[in-house]
């Protein structure tokens, strides 16, 4: 069985309109949120107001902005905040987003 290649933007290349974007949202803010103390976790492991096809694509927003790391677990994703490319690239950006949260 073949291991799944998810992409996702190196830090250099994360773009502050597509992580506001991403981060406008409250059901991904409410995912942020849910990673933002480092702990790795599922779709299915945050309680969400959404379908589990709706929750794919916000988490797939987020991934695509560089928000958040997925890995590939079986036929699970497993994902984690990347705050430290966050807090590199737009320092105290996030901190002042879930503060206001």
Avoid: W
Wanted: with cysteine; hydrophobic share 40%.
């Amino acid at each position: 069985m073949a291991t799944e290649t998810i992409s996702h933007p190196q830090r250099e290349e994360l773009e502050l309109p597509a992580v506001l974007h991403a981060l406008s949202d409250p059901v991904r803010l409410r995912i942020v949120a849910a990673l933002a103390n480092g702990d790795e976790r599922t779709c299915g492991s945050i309680e969400l107001p959404v379908t589990k096809s709706t929750c794919t694509y916000h988490f797939r927003v987020l991934r695509d902005a560089g928000v958040i790391h997925q890995r590939a677990l079986g036929t699970t994703r497993v994902n984690t905040l990347r705050r430290d490319d966050l807090d590199a690239r737009f320092p105290g950006l996030l901190g002042t987003i879930l503060d206001a949260a």
